[in-house]
T-cell receptor
Framework: DVKVTQSSRYLVKRTGEKVFLECVQD?????MFWYRQDPGLGLRLIYF???????EKGDIPEGYSVSREKKERFSLILESASTNQTSMYLC??????????????FGAGSRLTVL | AQSVTQPDIHITVSEGASLELRCNYS??????LFWYVQSPGQGLQLLLK??????LVQGIKGFEAEFKRSQSSFNLRKPSVHWSDAAEYFC???????????FGTGTRLQVFP
């Protein structure tokens, strides 16, 4: 089975702190994604990456950055955390061989609380 | 640009009853369509997908969905719900020219014994 592992399930940070959310996949997938999940808003795409060192903005990139130095690892960075970034963050990966038709495999999520 | 609407925020059914969760999409061509399920405290798991061909698709856990082009819908159904089906369900749409998936806002299913 493809596994997507998010290293932190729960984090509590203070306003202004720099936050790193790490995601690792073990099936050599090309694409990796970061979504944010909020009640009533569903999943919103923050950033995605289709290759090492490549990234594209999603629908809500403001306040976030990403890093993909190795194919298996995709990090989400909050440079200066704010209370409105309190949310559930979901990482996903997909094979990348067929636009639009790729199945996403999700990690279990990282619940971030910013105080 | 594509979009997805799940009109029902919360649905409650009795165990053993039938279920239909609604999903409507907006896209200029035939989209790729997905249903995912999220159990409490978990990530999302694929239930089923439609890419082409037979418009009635079967998925895991006894779920099925039907693509209706004329209604721009991809509703999820199950003939008899089990208590373990209580979860949040997300419909998603993909397009030919991007790897991004657009998700609906989700429908939370509650099952009473």
């Amino acid at each position: 089975d493809v596994k997507v592992t998010q290293s932190s399930r729960y984090l509590v940070k203070r306003t202004g702190e720099k936050v790193f959310l790490e995601c690792v996949q073990d099936m050599d997938h090309e694409n990796m994604f970061w979504y944010r999940q909020d009640p009533g808003l569903g999943l919103r795409l923050i950033y995605f990456s289709y290759d090492v060192k490549m990234k594209e903005k999603g629908d809500i990139p403001e306040g976030y950055s990403v890093s993909r130095e190795k194919k298996e690892r995709f990090s989400l960075i909050l440079e200066s955390a704010s209370t409105n970034q309190t949310s559930m963050y979901l990482c996903a990966s997909s094979l990348g061989d067929s636009w639009g038709a790729n199945v996403l495999t999700f990690g279990a999520g990282s619940r971030l609380t910013v105080l | 640009a594509q979009s997805v609407t799940q009109p029902d925020i919360h649905i409650t059914v009795s165990e053993g009853a039938s279920l239909e969760l609604r999903c409507n999409y907006s896209y200029g061509a035939t989209p790729y369509l997905f249903w995912y399920v999220q159990s409490p405290g978990q990530g999302l798991q694929l239930l089923l997908k439609y890419f082409s061909g037979d418009t009635l698709v079967q998925g895991i856990k006894g779920f099925e969905a039907e693509f209706k082009r004329s209604q721009s819908s991809f509703n999820l159904r199950k003939p008899s719900v089990h208590w373990s089906d209580a979860a949040e369900y997300f419909c998603a749409v993909g397009a030919y020219n991007t790897d991004k998936l657009i998700f609906g806002t989700g429908t939370r299913l509650q099952v009473f014994p």
